[in-house]
């Protein structure tokens, strides 16, 4: 009789099994291996990325120690793919259709207790996939910076995975549903796959500054070491927090006090010699040159305007406000042109990259009058247009013109600039220099344009490039000159004013209105929603009590 029920439900399973194949909107993968059908709809962690057919159970994580250079990975074992999934929540829609209008839906929670939703934007990942695959790798935290990882896991520590993910002990669940958005509403299906993890959570390490010794500071060209006290165990404490990947992706920090050397310290196998991309650290080179140029005569003044330098009725989407757009429009960020990269305007440089000319996409943008006029709004293709000025109107073109006025005058010889397609100097940024040299330029600013008696900026275009030109847009007390930020900061109860370069990543160059100081952070936390608040909190908490407090050892 036992055997008779055995044998009965056996066949139940395999009708069922055969009626599900046959039910699939698109055929998928299936199952894909013992494994996969032995954690049918579970997510697996794993501690290091594994392929899908080298996985086995003695990979899987029971418990996990989470501290901040933590890797963390998840395999997800699916029944079917997504795109069956979807078609579940929309049946009168095709596989193609379906793409457009939904993805993944996936939930963190701790303690049973959710804490951040999101779904995955449709159309990532592609069709095919969507279609057919029923099981997948992804890094959920990673150390070393996988844009999916980085993401979505530091979207949920900012939506509260910070304040959940306390020291001790906790339980991460993460799950998995399909979504499709028809009609404004969101439709929500059922659990796919789903997973929990215990973890004992160390993001606040014990650093023993005993153990930590500052970088021995050795004079370079320009500086000399400075002698003045600073608090090292607000400086130690800092390196430490780099150290144990608290802050992520730090290169390096100077310190310019009084024209010497204050501090420099360097991280992830940087020195003093390596060259660094600070991304649109480089933008605010294309001001300098902008000033030495006009003291120079070749370009008349910053209120020239593009019909001076290019016929701009030859460009697609003429506009007599195109014609009036003038150079101080592009130092400042508030030209007409409709670009924004915060926004998805036809202007946001991802859509310049690609193509073949650079000056020409950026002449064919059509105006936005619907911005107020002088409104600031981050155009990156606007500094790059600015180049491209002054490789027309320069001797010798760009590139010669800033190594014989700015950087052999600074006695800089190892650099590198990016180009355009058409390969002039690109001043949109990523031109590449050493960290103590960086500093020779922020120095050179401090000094109103002069270098060791030589006046190589002239001090009025120091004067306005460090005046507050243009407000920015949702930003408290934060203004912008001819590409120079500006900022302050609260120490103690005081205010630091600041004038200031910057760059993805994290990457800055400070110089202080009142206070004596440069200071450069080179940083490579690119595309990290992470990069610039770190930054702040380095200034805030460590740097500027180091140099202020200097009576503490």
Same mark, same amino acid.
């Given at each position: ?35 996969? #059908? ?9 501690? $290091? ?63 049973? +207790?959710? @804490? ?16 057919? @695959? ?41 799950? =998995?549903?399909?979504?499709? #958005?028809? %009609?404004?509403?969101? !439709? ?14 160390? $993001? ?6 005993? $153990? &930590? ?5 050795? *004079? ?18 800092? =390196?430490? +927090? &780099? ?6 992706? &730090? ?22 010699? +390596? ?73 946001? /440089? ?19 009058? /619907? ?11 606007? @500094? ?17 013109? %800033? ?52 006046? =190589?900026?002239?001090? /009025?275009? !120091? ?9 920015? *847009? ?45 200071? @450069? =952070? ?6 990290? *929603? ?14 500027? *009590? ?8």
């Amino acid at each position: 009789m036992r055997l008779q029920v055995f044998v009965f439900l056996l066949l139940q399973l395999t009708v069922l099994k055969l009626d599900a194949q046959q039910s699939l909107f698109v055929k998928d993968q299936g199952i894909t291996s013992r494994v996969h #059908q032995d954690n049918m709809g579970k997510i697996i962690f794993t501690s $290091r990325d594994i392929a899908l057919t080298e996985l086995t159970e003695k990979d899987f994580l029971s418990n996990y120690q989470l501290t901040n250079k933590s890797n963390l990975f998840i395999t997800v074992f699916m029944p079917h793919s997504l795109t069956n999934y979807m078609h579940q929540l929309a049946p009168a829609l095709t596989a193609d259709s379906l793409v457009k209008v939904g993805n993944y839906q996936f939930a963190l929670l701790v303690d049973n +207790n959710l @804490v951040y939703r999101s779904n995955l934007m449709p159309g990532a990942p592609y069709a095919q996939i969507q279609d057919t @695959v029923t099981a997948f790798c992804k890094p959920l935290i990673n150390d070393k910076g996988s844009l999916w990882s980085q993401s979505y896991w530091g979207r949920f520590m900012r939506n509260g995975g910070d304040s959940a993910l306390t020291e001790g002990k906790h339980v991460l669940s993460m799950e =998995i549903r399909p979504y499709v #958005q028809l %009609a404004g509403k969101t !439709v929500v299906g059922d659990i796919i796959a789903a997973g929990t993890l215990p973890m004992q959570v160390y $993001r606040k390490p014990r650093i023993d500054i005993t $153990r &930590i010794r500052l970088n021995k500071i050795r *004079p370079y060209d320009g500086f000399d070491v400075s002698k003045e006290k600073i608090d090292s165990n607000k400086i130690k404490t800092l =390196i430490g +927090n &780099i150290n144990e990947g608290v802050f992520k992706g &730090i290169n390096g920090i100077v310190v310019i006090d009084k024209g010497k050397l204050l501090i420099e310290e360097y991280f992830n196998g940087e020195d003093r010699s +390596n060259l660094h991309d600070p991304r649109s650290v480089g933008k605010t080179f294309a001001s300098t040159i902008t000033g030495i140029a006009i003291e120079e005569g070749y370009l008349k003044n910053e209120q020239q305007q593009l019909k001076e330098f290019y016929n701009l009725r030859s460009f697609a989407n003429y506009a007599i406000q195109k014609e009036e757009v003038a150079i101080k429009d592009l130092l400042t960020m508030s030209s007409v042109f409709d670009g924004d990269d915060n926004t998805d305007s036809p202007g946001n /440089e991802e859509n310049m990259y690609p193509t073949d000319n650079w000056v020409k996409f950026t002449l064919d943008l059509p105006v936005n009058l /619907e911005r107020p006029k002088e409104q600031w709004h981050y155009f990156t293709a606007g @500094v790059m247009l600015l180049g491209d000025i002054l490789h027309k109107t320069v001797p010798g073109g760009l590139e010669k013109y %800033a190594d014989e006025k700015l950087f052999k005058p600074l006695h800089i010889t190892h650099y590198q600039w990016q180009y355009t397609p058409q390969h002039v100097a690109n001043t949109a940024g990523g031109i590449q220099l050493c960290a103590l040299d960086f500093a020779k330029y922020g120095q050179l600013y401090k000094n109103e344009g002069k270098w060791q008696g030589k006046q =190589i900026i002239p001090r /009025e275009w !120091v004067h306005k490039s460090f005046t507050k030109q243009r407000v920015l *847009p949702n930003a408290s007390d934060e203004y912008y000159g001819y590409l120079f930020w500006n900022k302050k900061y609260t120490v103690g109860g005081k205010s630091y004013e600041a004038f200031y370069c910057t760059g993805n990543g994290g990457n800055k160059i400070f110089v202080f209105k009142d206070q004596p100081w440069v200071i @450069v =952070i080179t940083a490579s936390a690119y595309g990290q *929603p992470y990069a610039h608040p770190q930054v702040d909190k380095m200034m805030a908490e460590y740097i500027l *009590p180091a140099i202020i407090n200097k009576d503490q050892q």
